[in-house]
């Protein structure tokens, strides 16, 4: 085909390879969840319907690109990992970030309905996204530890804030009474002023959601004591285009921090 004169421009679109090897992190965050949340109304300090639907965003995600190999959500935000060979789209940078944040982003919208079935959407949500490299599996390892330990920080704070406004402070009051506390006091004042147990809070809001795949079939299931929960969906068994581990995609609540969840899944970070 001839080449219009115009066709120059394409001259100004630049390639952007993302390092070969190095480990992608693509964390996307929703924009305006503050304000969402409230017209929306949210249930706070958590609606789990909120965080099943982002479970379930993530989802779609991970059944349709297999390099991604694992996914972690909290609050309105996931990262997803994907492994260090990936030949996805030649490794272009805004091609992968902006195809996961995309898909990301119209799943939520399409299973709104079935995850919260009485709440209309009111408006269309939005996320941002970027991409990150890791050079090793220790970086990966503290990028996640990072975003699990930020999760247990905030659900701490927003639950003292949730139980004394509902307990009748203005939110300005109980700023100002949770303001210098530390975790210690934080957990002194759940379990004597409002009878909870922080470690008895679901692990669904202390510790986020973790997806993975299901170990591949040459993996022993058995070195993992973790017990498998399902997140609904569809797609079974349909293999991707995409070398990577096969299998289905589960959610698990559990500390990612310590060792025990990347031993039990040595295939995650090769
Ligand atoms: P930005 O656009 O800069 O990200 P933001 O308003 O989205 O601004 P974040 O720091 O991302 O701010 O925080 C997201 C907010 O969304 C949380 O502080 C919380 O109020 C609300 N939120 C998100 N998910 C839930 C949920 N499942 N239940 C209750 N509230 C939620
Ligand atoms: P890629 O993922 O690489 O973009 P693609 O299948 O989306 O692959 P494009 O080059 O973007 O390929 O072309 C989009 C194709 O979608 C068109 O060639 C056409 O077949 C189809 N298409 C898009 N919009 C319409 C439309 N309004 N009516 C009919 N066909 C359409
Ligand atoms: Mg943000
Ligand atoms: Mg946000
Ligand atoms: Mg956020
Ligand atoms: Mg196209």
Redo the contacts with the bound molecule.
């Keep these: 085909m001839a080449k219009s004169r115009f066709e120059y421009v394409r001259d100004f679109e630049l390639p952007d390879p993302l390092l070969p090897s190095a480990y992608i992190v693509v964390r996307i965050?929703?924009?305006?969840?503050?304000?969402f949340?409230d017209t929306h109304t949210?249930?706070?300090?958590?609606?789990v319907r909120?965080?099943n639907l982002m479970d379930r965003a993530a989802k779609s995600v991970m059944d349709e690109y297999e390099d991604v190999v694992l996914a972690f959500g909290e609050?309105?935000?996931y990262s997803f990992l994907i492994r260090r060979q990936s030949q996805l789209y030649n490794r272009r940078r805004s091609k992968i970030n902006s195809s996961i944040v995309s898909l990301f982003t119209s799943s939520y919208v399409y299973h709104w309905p079935t995850y919260l079935p009485n709440t209309p959407l009111q408006y269309p949500p939005s996320f941002d996204s970027r991409v990150i490299l890791y050079p090793s599996a220790k970086e990966v390892r503290d990028y996640f530890s990072w975003r699990q330990a930020d999760t247990h920080i905030n659900n701490l704070q927003n639950t003292c804030f949730w139980c004394l406004v509902k307990s009748g402070l203005s939110t300005k009051e109980a700023n100002k009474t949770l303001q210098g506390t530390d975790s210690k006091a934080k957990n002194e004042m759940l379990f004597s002023r409002f009878a909870i147990n922080y470690n008895h809070i679901p692990p669904q809001f202390r510790k986020g959601s973790t997806l993975v795949r299901s170990p591949p079939p040459d993996l022993d299931e058995n070195t993992s004591d973790v017990k498998p929960v399902l997140v609904p969906g569809d797609r079974k068994g349909k293999r991707r285009p995409y070398e990577g581990t096969t299998g289905e995609v589960i959610v698990v609540w559990e500390d990612i921090i310590g060792d025990r969840f990347w031993e039990d899944r040595p295939w995650l970070l090769p």
């Design positions: 965050d929703g924009r305006g969840f503050h304000k949340s949210f249930e706070k300090p958590n609606d909120a965080l609050s309105d935000e």
